[in-house]
C-alpha cells in the first residue's frame, strides 16, 4: 500500500559531503544565516501555550525567540529581546506570565500582544510610543497546531503551504487538537556536528541492524521518501505478528484495539521531516516533534515533544508509554552511530562514504545545503577566513550560469 513511487536518478553521485563540513566554524558560521535565520523553524505547538501569559523560549545560533499566547488568546512570536538595552524579557524554555512581560534589568513591562505597557520612570525619557518601543515580532506561520517560526526572510513558502500536501495525511490525527504531554521539552546534548545528527536520521537502510525493536515494530514495510521541496516523508507500516521483543508485541497488541483512526493512520508510523533540522513523526497513540539545534561546530542539542490525544484512554494511553519506550532505544541506538560517524572524517583512513539506494534521502538534505552554500561542493576547506566571500562568489557565478541557461 505503501510503495513508493520513489527511484533515484541513473547514476547518481553517491558520495556524502565532504569531511571537512563537519568541523568548520567559519561554515558554522554562514550556516546559522543562511539556514537557522532564514528558514522556518518549528518552535512548539500551539497547546504548549493553553492559557493567555503562556510563553515559549526558542534560541537558536545567536537568535532567541518567544511565542507568547495573549489575552485575546492569540499566538504571537516577538525577538526575546527588551527593546529598552537588549536585555532577555523571559528566561527558559517555557513559562507564564500573568498580566505584563516584566524586562529583569530596568523593568519596562509589556503587554501581552507585545506592546510597550510602561518604562519605569518614564519621564526620563522622551514620550515612547508603545507599538514602536513594542517587542519586535517575528514571522510565525501554524500547520496543523505546530508553529513555525522564521528570524528572517528566506527562500521558503509559508510553511502551511511548503506542508500542503501532507494535509490529506495528517488530518485524521486532529493535530491541533493534541495536548502536551508533561511540561519540558526533552533535550539531549551531543558532542556532533548538527548534520551527522541529521545524516543518521535522513534513511532507514539502518533501521535493520541498528533498530532491532523498530525492526521487529515495522521492518517489513518502510519506505523512505527523499526531501522534496524542502519535506520528506517515511511511513513504517506496523508488522502484523512483532516477535522479537515484549514491549513491541504488547504494542502491536494495544495498537490493534485502537479504533480512533481511520487506515493507513492506525497501524503506521509517519515521519515529515522538514528541512533543515525538524522531524514530525505521528503513531497510533500520539503525536511527537524533535530536531537538532546547533549549539556549536562539534555540540548539538536534540530537541522534542510529545502530544497526546485529548480524548485519550487508557489503552492509547498504554500505547504511548510503549512507543515511548520504544523511542527511547532507537534514539540511544542512534546517537552512538552519530558519534561514531562524526568522528570519522578526522581519522586519517577515512576516504568519503558511498550512499545505497535506500540512503537517498540523506543525499536529498546534503542537494539542498549544497544550493543554499555551494561551497559545500569545495573537496577541501577554503583557506582561513575566506570561506563566506568563497560561498558568495561561488553563489553569485551559479546565478549567472543560470540566467544563461534559462536566458
Ligand atoms: S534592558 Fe530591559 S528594561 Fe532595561
Ligand atoms: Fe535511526
Not at 144 to 164: C, E, K, N, Y
Not at 212 to 230: A, F
Not at 371 to 392: E, H, I, Q, W, Y
Request: negative net charge; proline residues 7%; glycine residues 8%.
Amino acid at each position: 500500500m505503501f510503495a513508493s513511487n520513489f527511484q533515484p536518478p541513473e547514476n547518481w553521485d553517491r558520495s556524502g559531503l565532504p569531511g571537512w563540513t563537519y568541523a568548520s566554524e567559519e561554515l558554522f558560521a554562514l550556516e546559522q544565516d543562511v539556514l537557522f535565520r532564514r528558514h522556518w523553524m518549528l518552535a512548539c505547538h500551539i497547546s504548549d501555550l493553553p492559557e493567555a501569559g503562556h510563553y515559549i523560549g526558542f534560541d537558536i545560533g545567536t537568535e532567541r525567540a518567544l511565542i507568547l499566547r495573549g489575552k485575546d488568546r492569540v499566538i504571537r512570536a516577538f525577538h526575546n529581546l527588551c527593546r529598552h538595552r537588549g536585555s532577555r524579557v523571559v528566561e527558559g524554555s517555557a513559562g507564564q506570565c500573568k498580566q505584563a512581560l516584566t524586562c529583569p534589568f530596568h523593568g519596562w513591562t509589556y503587554n501581552l500582544d507585545g506592546t510597550l505597557k510602561s518604562a519605569l520612570q518614564p519621564r526620563s525619557f522622551p514620550p515612547l510610543d508603545p507599538v514602536e518601543w513594542g517587542l519586535k515580532p517575528i514571522e510565525m506561520d501554524i500547520w496543523h497546531g505546530f508553529v513555525f517560526i522564521r528570524f528572517q526572510p528566506g527562500p521558503q513558502p509559508p510553511m502551511s503551504r511548503l506542508l500542503a500536501r501532507f494535509d490529506n495525511l495528517v488530518t485524521p490525527h486532529g493535530l491541533a487538537d493534541m495536548i502536551r504531554v508533561d511540561g519540558e521539552f526533552v533535550f539531549a546534548e551531543a558532542d556532533v556536528n548538527w548534520k551527522s545528527m541529521r545524516d543518521v536520521d535522513n534513511e532507514g537502510y539502518h533501521v535493520p541492524k541498528a533498530h532491532p525493536s523498530l525492526q521487529d515494530l515495522y521492518g517489513k514495510d518502510y519506505v523512505d521518501e527523499p526531501y522534496v521541496d524542502g519535506a520528506s516523508l517515511s511511513i513504517g507500516k506496523l508488522n502484523d505478528k512483532p516477535r522479537q521483543f515484549w514491549s513491541v508485541r504488547e504494542y502491536r497488541k494495544l495498537v490493534s484495539r485502537l479504533t480512533h483512526l481511520p487506515a493507513p493512520q492506525n497501524d503506521s508510523w509517519i515521519y515529515i521531516g522538514i528541512f533543515p533540522n525538524s522531524v514530525i513523526a505521528l503513531y497510533p497513540d500520539s503525536a511527537v516533534f524533535y530536531q537538532e539545534i546547533p549549539t556549536g561546530v562539534k555540540s548539538t542539542r536534540q530537541r522534542g515533544a510529545v502530544y497526546r490525544f485529548a480524548d485519550e484512554n487508557r489503552e492509547m494511553r498504554a500505547a504511548r508509554y510503549l512507543s515511548g519506550r520504544i523511542d527511547g532505544l532507537t534514539a540511544d541506538e542512534d546517537l552512538q552511530l552519530t558519534k561514531w560517524t562524526d568522528e570519522a572524517p578526522e581519522s586519517s583512513g577515512f576516504d568519503g562514504i558511498i550512499l545505497s539506494d535506500l540512503e537517498y534521502g540523506v543525499r536529498s538534505h546534503h542537494d539542498q545545503l549544497r544550493s543554499l552554500m555551494p561551497v559545500f561542493n569545495d573537496p577541501a576547506a577554503p583557506p582561513a577566513g575566506t570561506l563566506a566571500k568563497r560561498n558568495s562568489m561561488l553563489a553569485e557565478s551559479t546565478a549567472q550560469e543560470t540566467k544563461q541557461t534559462h536566458g
